[in-house]
């Protein structure tokens, strides 16, 4: 087991459970931004073989610029149209349970399943990610882009740990069961 | 500032924010019940001297009949229709900064902002609370009553403290500022 391959979630949210303002816009997150502080971020990233990421989070990521930030790593992008050609990125579109299969058969590193929202809620759906580590900044931002809204299935977890950072708490649960919609 | 009247919510929710089913179900909350652990309720409640809800959840509240969990507080409830009458309960309809005003120069116990989350909403949007109490339950609903949805404005916070319970991570959270719609 020492060797399973994880679907694991690294995401920050508001306490309200946006990923992202209204327009896409991640400015809240400054506000936990630390240059002596990751969250853990490159000690999970080094165990990841492939990241999974939606076709808008991708071309967000694309917008910061080099150096890539899934550079070193296999990037599958979810969407239904053409990408522009960039090494160790592929696509795959429709139903998440063949990729993961594949991922979890060919056993190089845990998936990250970056986000957006989309994406990690069709997860769910299909009862395929192993752990959730939302990282909960302290703020409402009362609109925007939701990481749950309109997942429309319960799915029971299994609360592992958290961390108390000076500027935001991380949550780390286990996915116990997806129930039938 | 020690006899401060504070406005404070103490509630449970799943961790993708919803307080209750969509048929207002809240079995949910079962898994987290215990004979021997209230989650600091006893403790908050012995503070309280008003409970402020809405008109629904109060409704719910007296399904539940005798005891009355108000019992030996002040009640108001939020409504513009007439209830029926009850010892120490009373109603208030409109803008709730008026009512906040009163009862914090009255000095009689902080106020308790048990919800629904459409009471809480429109406290945190004109300003009113000072506290957030929220006990998160290891489970995605998927759908329901959300706490926070709609609310619209942007609130800071700042993070007070956390408690891990074997069945629940109960935040707490003081309000620092609402931004302006």
């Not at 306490?15 to 931004?33: K, N, P, R, T, Y």
């Not at 299909?126 to 302290?138: A, M, Q, R, T």
Request: glycine share 12%.
């Amino acid at each position: 087991m020492e060797n399973k391959v994880l679907v694991k979630t690294f995401i920050a949210t508001s306490l309200d459970g946006f990923v992202a303002g209204e327009q896409g816009e991640l400015d809240f997150l400054e506000a936990a931004g630390s240059e002596n502080e990751d969250y853990g971020y490159a000690a999970w990233m080094a165990q990841v073989g492939t990241v999974l990421v939606g076709r808008k989070s991708y071309d967000k990521v694309l917008s910061f610029g080099e150096p890539f930030a899934y550079e070193g790593k296999d990037c599958v992008v979810w969407t239904r149209q053409a990408i522009e050609a960039r090494e160790r990125v592929s696509t795959h579109a429709g139903d998440l349970a063949p990729l993961i299969a594949r991922l979890r058969a060919e056993g190089k590193g845990h998936v990250y399943a970056d986000g957006g929202g989309e994406l990690i809620r069709q997860l769910l759906r299909e009862g395929l990610v192993d752990e959730l580590v939302i990282s909960v900044l302290p703020v409402l931002l009362g609109k925007g882009t939701s990481l749950f809204a309109g997942l429309g299935q319960k799915v029971q977890l299994e609360f592992l740990n958290q961390t108390a950072y000076p500027k935001l708490l991380q949550l780390h649960y286990r996915v116990v069961k997806t129930e039938k919609a």
